[in-house]
């Protein structure tokens, strides 16, 4: 396996724009409406995630009250922003003070300009779910190229993101996705998994966040999300499961359509394989997924 790498991400972004929150649903089991009692972070929180055995995050969740903020770019400046990976900064889509958010994030920028060149820089437009639905689209992107205005030299990526649906894990996903060294050698493999059991879909998730790893698709749907979808369903399923001490090794859905299998595949994952062939056993693929083990593990 490969040596180990840690990367420092940072979490940024103004007091109560929803650091902690995402922080606590995506890497420690909480519930959207468990964060309404959330104080503010006080200085910084760190913690490490491990992902796939070979990538940990140190995720640095940064608190936003000003007077935090100030001291970050001043006596903390050093501490915070060298060795720096990734910086995830996180915007309020309503928010009472917009230029200042803006300052704050030039701020960021220009500190890991100094001291972390080559930094990935990812923005969420979050809490988009006190957006109407039929203005979103025109918010977002009107948040975005604001954003990419001031951000000059380095390259972003946006993302809308809330709590409330599944495109927090969508934005996590993908940023992992970009994070991890060898998702495209996972990918192919996944493609042969596929074939060989003539599957639809063949889907990784990482086990304790099931964040979407990887995944080959031989039909070509039109939900883009339908796997962070089908991640934020298993997932509170899990949580029940935690709660009435249940072990969750495997379950299988069928339905007139498509038989889905969700089992524990290797150490750090769970394997997910969708078949619409009337002619497929499920014991075979249930057979296939443990003899493959040990080559993805
Ligand atoms: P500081 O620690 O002060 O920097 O704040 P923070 O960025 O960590 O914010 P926190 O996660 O504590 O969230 C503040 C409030 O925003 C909480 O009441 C959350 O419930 C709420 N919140 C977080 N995400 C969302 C979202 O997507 N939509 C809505 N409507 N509220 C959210």
Known sequence: QDSEKVQKVLLMGRAGSGKTSMRSIIFANYLARDTYRFTFTVDINRSRVRFLGNLVLSLWDCGGQGLFMEQYFQSQKDQIFKNVEVLIYVFEVVSKEPDKDLEYYKNCLAALEDLSQGAKIFCMIHKMDLIADSMRDKVFEQKQQEIIDVS?????????TSIWDETLYKAWSDIVNILLPNVQDLKSSLKDFCDANSAD????????????IANHDNIG?????RFEKISNIIKQFKLSCIKTNFQFESMTFKNSYFTAFVEEFTSSTYIMVISSDPDVETEAISF????????FE
């Open 201 to 212: 879909d063949v889907v990784l998730f990482e086990k304790y966040t099931f964040l979407v």
């Open 288 to 295: 296939n997924i443990k003899a493959s083990r040990d080559y």
């Open 221 to 225: 749907h039109k939900d883009d999300h």
């Open 152 to 160: 000059k030299d380095f390259d972003v990526t946006c993302f809308r």
